[in-house]
């Protein structure tokens, strides 16, 4: 029986497992002079960044930001185990450091292109987070008012795509962004997410190719979380990481740890600003896992489990705050307080979500064109 | 997994068991797919099938519908019989050159095979919004060369899926996810195939002949019964294969009953409704005492927000109301 | 530079003066496409342009059809306006995901602009074959929110590409290649835009109505003076643009003719004939004589060689035959 | 006005000088141990590869297919010039070398993906000239029997797929025929073939990575003849090569001088017996330039001088003549009658393919559905 023949196209099961963690591959595989001689740089292994020289106030706003975030997260899970959402919710659980520091990273007048686990994003270039919720409950205070529903949340008066599901879609989007803002000679950068899964798309490789041809001023970053639905690292590509895919478009490349805010502001602040240079395009990969299911509905039962303890040590943001503390940036009294605000800032968000009418169908034809 | 034997299976577990039978029964087929595999696929079609017929017939892919899909077209050239399973219809688009550029001619030019089938989960009522609600059949009957195989029925979808996987043509099977677990057939389920472009009369009437598909045909079975109770007498057609179409059965009951209403989830303009209805008026125009009425989604995306897409997608009482008015005016 | 002032100006001179006025008249409007710079594209549309408006806003791209529809999205949206051009319509197939899934929809779900005009020579009698002779419009007509364009004539062609240009939408702007060089108006060449959505009678008649677009405006106007000699007075009517329709004159039209005949080089199964013999049906059923015909391609792809192609695309003797019997049947 | 602005997005035109000539930017930018740990092979700056060892009858058989393949395409060239042919024909002078090389790398049972300049392996494979020369005239005796034409010969009789104008839709199809091969368990080899603009495009990147994680026995041949129709390579691409790409993938790459048959040989030899192996895909990138239009109606004047001359010197078929002869392998007067026989060869095609009938168009509507 076929199953027991062993010309099988795949490996078996059990040996796809993943690949890519914090011991990633181009580090050991690849000399670090192959590496500089490509213009990769992979600091995914070193230590964490160092604090040393950053403003107080700077990095009270990243601890902010990711208390905030992940505040919304915890709020958005038991939303949608009390069953106030229309559907799933994409949980960005341990993606907060790249979120924050992205946001940081960049001014307000970039273009941002995200995908669905940005919500951190999203918040912090100010989208109100009831609009989030609404955006997952079909409420009419959604930023589409409920035509669109769920990740589809982005709003260009922020400066933001809002993208369709179809992966990663946002990417040529993001090379026109950037197109525009080098045609009118601005120097606004625009950054564009996606999933480790979503580099083996058409999307990514022409979107990246053309960039780096046109030298536009677009970071491409990809947040490895190891998994694209159910699908590890080893089913996705072979390559040994995704900033290396930067030498198949020439362009530079950066590895980096997603669960050090330090680290992510680090690289991501270096590939801004060389495309604001005019240094052209950068890929970012910054590591992390995906702590829960694809989405909440998917328990998600196919990840190791040394994985998924290997990675519940790296918290985000108990590994910031607790290097704030240790530097006296922060007391543990302070973080308890940042830590009760956000809170309640998300409970009010839900109060506000709960309480926002269902949309009128009354003009839902139009809107088709454009006037 | 959704195979064993059972008392009733849903129209989710006949698919599962359809596709099992075929793999049993020819080693050439095998399923290929995003999560196919240990996941057992986003709706958990193939839930067991790796455990089953091991990583050499249950392959995950990359997220790649390009490239799988022109995949499978490679492999069925030389004597394989690929099922690729989309993960929505919607992501069938990423696909649209390859099936309209290589599958759909292939055999045309060159006389050689090409039998890919081709699953995907499509359609509206789910609250998933515009790019998780698309009805795709439109995207491709216009293109020659690939058939469209939309049943409505968890019993249908078995002997479909047996024969689209038969067929030595691209089929393009598409399964109405709202279905998916809200139907049920008691057992046995024949394994026996169902010729592909044959429709079914569902219900047989004389008033007025509906002709529909997928999950119009529970809607159209409904309002037939409501409207019973009033005296009027609809025809039931489901169509069962769009592409090719059973013109001719279509045409027997428009014959009989003078007049017709298309029903479908997709959008109006240009949906499967539009050649129905051209080809009802020109191969029975003596016949209508009544245009031919089309029921369709507004032509608008599928909204997210319940009563946005409950005002874009066919609702009971708009379908009852436009049948009795074709019937009786 | 096909934009020089002439005596007479070809479709193509058209499409380019009107490229060349817009891009004068508003700097965010922009060229992007393969072999659009100095080469001038595939059939030399755009010569001259990369010298007067320079690399900046005459952008040659790498061969990649999704990325560069997806980068005109990006740059619509931030306030410029994108010209694209897709070397054959065919490829636009490469582009159809970011086109429905992108830009179709963007608008109606969030407010946004999506100004992007994608210009596309398509269509047969060239000997050119399945993949370089395909009619595109049935590919996206089903899509709520894209514009469709199909010119029929050199002044038609510059007006409504003006227009197409400043429309807020994405404007699917699709050339016949066969009447690039074959068709000439004499000048001046207006540069007014043309409305999008408004079909022009092209001649007046009283016993049927031939509805079409594109180059089969000749063919119905070839067709009708024929006929005239017969006696049968034929009314054409040029869509012009196919979506949106102008289906209020369509429907005048026929109500005066009680007849009507729908042309075009497109494959007949869900070609807009279906969506047009299934409206008129609808709207005029009371005045018909006779059921709507449709005079279209086979349902087969384009074939290459002469003989196989004059069988698969409309030809007079069929035109002026199927008009003939339909005005006196 | 806009023309004078300096901020252009492309550079402009008189700097998009075509890179990738044989003094190849990786062999120059990039050190060769890197190229080495990343597992690319740079032979094309080499000297011409060594005929030492091989066997004078395969060496003569080469030869042969060089020559008749050249006499193919000038039948062709005076075919489409006294109007002959439908439409244009997609010259392949100078990629001679690759398409013999190729072919007689491959066996008989290889699968054979190609595009549209690879005219010589068609003939290799044993497609009657009369039926190319068909194809271009839309006769019945051609591959398609008039229904498709030009370049759309591809035999599946002869392991050849018939591929759409599309490019490189033929490389998704070569990984379905490399993963039926694999699992069937035989031991044939795919290899693809496509042009440096090909690689731009979704089909190269999709299927060159899923074929990369199945690890599949195909060869993905690229033919950088320097050209997209009019697009040079820095429009096409910023990479250092198209071999380097491999990278991306975790898979091999080679890059060899395409007008070099026994190089092009040697090269496709150990992709193809790697994958025979189990090994998985190689990108092979061949270089070479498109020495005619992009097809013959297109005068190329966009091509720069310097490298037609450069180039014009590099004639495969008499370098490779020279060095058979210089090796006594051939005399000057052996080469004329091979010469010779290859043009009565062609103009007995031509023949044949005047007198051929055109088709029937009685059945046009039938082979829609395969039975
Ligand atoms: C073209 C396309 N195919 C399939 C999907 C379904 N899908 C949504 S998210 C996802 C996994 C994405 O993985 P990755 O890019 O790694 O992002 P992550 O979810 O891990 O953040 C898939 C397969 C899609 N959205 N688009
Ligand atoms: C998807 C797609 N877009 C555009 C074209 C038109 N086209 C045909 S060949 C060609 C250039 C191909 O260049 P390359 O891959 O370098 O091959 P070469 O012709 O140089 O051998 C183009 C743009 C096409 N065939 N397919
Ligand atoms: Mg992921
Ligand atoms: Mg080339």
């Known amino acids: 029986m076929a199953a027991e023949q062993d010309s099988g196209v795949n490996p078996p099961p059990d040996s796809r497992t993943p690949t890519g963690t914090l011991a990633p591959p181009i580090a050991t595989d690849i000399p670090a002079e192959v590496l500089t001689a490509l213009d990769i740089t992979d600091t995914s292994a070193n230590p964490p960044a160092s604090l040393a020289g950053r403003e107080a106030e700077f990095l009270m706003k990243l601890y902010e930001g990711l208390v905030r975030t992940r505040a919304f997260e915890d709020r958005m899970h038991s939303m949608y185990r009390s069953g106030d959402l229309l559907g799933s919710y994409y949980s960005g659980n341990w993606h907060e450091a790249i979120s924050v520091a992205t946001m940081a990273a960049m001014r307000d007048e970039d273009y941002f292109a995200p995908l669905h686990r940005d919500v951190g994003a999203h918040l912090m270039r100010g989208v109100p987070p009831e609009q989030v919720m609404a955006s997952f409950m079909g409420k009419a205070i959604g930023p589409t008012g409920g035509r669109d529903g769920t990740l589809h949340y982005g709003r260009l ?52 190719n053309i960039a780096a041809t046109m030298q536009l001023p677009v970071v491409f970053q990809v947040q490895n979380n190891q998994y694209a639905y159910s699908t590890p690292l080893s089913v996705q590509t072979r390559s040994a990481s995704f900033a290396i895919k930067a030498v198949a478009y020439g362009i530079p490349g950066i590895k980096c740890d997603g669960t050090d805010v330090i680290a992510v502001y680090d690289a991501m602040t270096e590939a801004i600003e060389r495309a604001r240079a005019g240094g052209g395009p950068t890929i970012v990969e910054a590591v992390t896992m995906r702590m829960h299911g694809h989405a909440e509905h998917d ?19 108990a590994l910031f705050e607790n290097r704030l503390i240790e530097a006296d940036v922060l007391t543990a009294e302070a973080a308890g307080r940042v830590r009760e605000d956000a809170k309640q800032w998300a409970i009010e968000a839900r109060k506000i979500a709960l309480a926002a009418p269902m949309p009128d169908p009354a003009d839902i034809e139009e809107g088709i064109y454009a006037d | 997994m959704q195979t064993e034997a059972k008392d009733t299976y849903t129209y989710l ?54 490239g799988v899909t022109g995949l499978a077209a490679g492999a069925a050239l030389v004597g394989l019989r690929p099922v690729v399973e989309f993960q929505f219809a919607d992501f069938i688009s990423c696909a649209f050159d390859p099936i309209v550029n290589v599958l759909s001619r292939h055999h045309w030019r060159t006389g050689d095979p090409m039998p890919v089938t081709m699953r995907a989960p499509f ?25 469209i195989v939309m049943p409505g029925t ?125 080809q009802i008026q020109r191969e029975a125009f003596w016949h209508l005492d009544q245009p031919v009425e089309r029921i369709a989604a507004r032509n608008t995306p599928v909204p997210t927000s319940p009563p946005l897409e409950d005002a874009v997608v066919p609702q009971p009482a708009e379908i009852v109301e436009t049948i009795r008015k074709v019937a009786t005016a």
Not at chain 2, 134 to 139: A, I, R
Request: charge should be negative; aromatic fraction near 6%; glycine fraction near 8%.
């Open chain 1, 157 to 208: 008066d922020l400066n933001t795509y809002n993208p369709p599901s179809h992966i990663p879609a946002n990417y040529p989007v993001a090379t026109g962004m950037a197109f525009a803002a080098k045609y009118r000679g601005e120097d606004r950068v625009t950054v564009a997410v996606c999933g480790d899964g979503s580099t083996s798309r058409a999307d990514f490789h022409e979107a990246v």
């Open chain 2, 154 to 278: 968890a019993a249908d979808a078995a002997g479909l899926l047996i024969a689209s996987i038969r067929d030595n043509n691209p089929v393009l099977f598409l399964e109405n996810k709202y279905l998916y677990r809200r139907l049920t057939t008691p057992a046995p389920l024949s394994l026996e195939p169902i010729e592909i472009g044959r429709a079914h009369v569902v219900t047989e009437g004389t008033d007025v002949t509906v002709v529909t598909y997928s999950a119009g045909v529970h809607q159209a079975v409904d309002a037939a019964e409501q409207l019973a109770g009033d005296g009027i007498s609809v025809e039931v057609i489901d169509l069962r294969t769009v592409v090719p179409m059973d013109a001719e059965t279509v045409f027997a009951s428009v014959r009989k009953t003078s007049r017709a209403v298309v029903l479908h989830e997709a959008a109006e303009h240009l949906g499967m409704g539009a050649e129905i209805a051209a």
């Open chain 1, 299 to 317: 328990p998600a039962d196919y990840v190791l489990p040394e994985l998924k303890d290997e990675w519940g040590e790296r918290d985000p943001v």
């Open chain 2, 123 to 147: 359609g509206s009522r789910l609250r998933a919004g515009p790019t998780h609600s698309q009805s795709v059949e439109s995207y491709f009957a216009h293109v020659p060369g690939i058939k």
């Open chain 2, 13 to 66: 577990d006949a698919v599962a068991v359809a596709l099992d039978s075929e793999m049993e029964r020819d080693e050439n087929v095998f399923l290929i797919g995003e999560d196919v595999g240990q996941f057992g696929g986003a709706f958990k079609v193939t839930s067991g099938f790796l455990d089953k017929y091991g990583p050499r017939r249950v392959v995950d892919t990359p997220i790649a519908e390009t």
